[in-house]
């Protein structure tokens, strides 16, 4: 299980007194404002937020110690984490992208499929990236019908490809 979860990631700047543009990848999108202290990938640094209020497609966020354009310019593209347990537990058949991330894709059968090596969401629904062993990647709709068994304690999701139904 992954220790630390993305849950945002800071855009262009806001203005001129240091805001920042803020895309959160949370259920709820100004829940990323509850979750305390947000860090950078390489936990180098951390970011708290002053403010936060809901704009047009984004957020918009003060963060402490951020107070000029230039200041929040330096940040652009800047990945928020926070550690796993500060998260609350997903629901039943809910999963974190990042718990679905280096799950083995398996058919029915259990032959391998590949790895889910990234979850796209273009905003039609979830899409899981496959990256077989040789070849190119798969792109699958996450649902019951294509995914229907995720199971993260073992490591892997049994995957029946359009192709394949009846």
Same mark, same amino acid.
């Given at each position: 299980?992954?220790?630390?979860?993305?849950?945002?990631?800071?855009?262009?700047?806001?203005?001129?007194?240091?805001?920042?543009?803020?895309?959160?990848?949370?259920?709820?999108?100004?829940?990323?404002?509850?979750?305390?202290?947000?860090?950078?990938?390489?936990?180098?640094?951390?970011? =708290? %937020?002053?403010?936060?209020?809901? $704009?047009?497609?984004? +957020?918009?966020?003060?963060?402490?110690? &951020?107070?000029?354009? #230039?200041?929040?310019?330096?940040?652009?593209?800047?990945?928020?984490?926070?550690?796993?347990?500060?998260?609350?537990?997903?629901?039943?058949?809910?999963?974190?992208?990042?718990?679905?991330?280096?799950?083995?894709?398996?058919?029915?059968?259990?032959?391998?499929?590949?790895?889910?090596?990234?979850?796209?969401?273009?905003?039609?629904?979830?899409?899981? =990236? %496959?990256?077989?062993?040789?070849? $190119?990647?798969?792109? +699958?709709?996450?649902?019951?019908?294509? &995914?229907?068994?995720? #199971?993260?304690?073992?490591?892997?999701?049994?995957?029946?490809?359009?192709?394949?139904?009846?």
């Amino acid at each position: 299980m992954v220790n630390r979860v993305c849950v945002a990631q800071i855009g262009a700047p806001h203005g001129v007194r240091g805001e920042v543009r803020l895309r959160s990848f949370t259920e709820d999108p100004m829940a990323v404002a509850r979750y305390g202290p947000l860090e950078s990938e390489d936990g180098s640094r951390s970011f =708290e %937020i002053e403010s936060i209020r809901p $704009a047009k497609g984004h +957020l918009v966020a003060r963060l402490r110690g &951020v107070n000029d354009r #230039d200041a929040a310019k330096r940040l652009t593209g800047t990945e928020l984490f926070v550690p796993r347990e500060r998260l609350p537990a997903p629901k039943e058949d809910e999963f974190y992208h990042a718990d679905l991330i280096g799950l083995a894709a398996v058919d029915g059968d259990g032959n391998q499929l590949g790895t889910i090596v990234a979850v796209h969401n273009f905003g039609a629904g979830d899409i899981l =990236e %496959i990256q077989p062993a040789v070849g $190119a990647a798969m792109l +699958l709709p996450f649902t019951q019908a294509i &995914v229907p068994t995720v #199971d993260i304690k073992r490591g892997r999701v049994v995957v029946v490809p359009p192709e394949e139904k009846e």
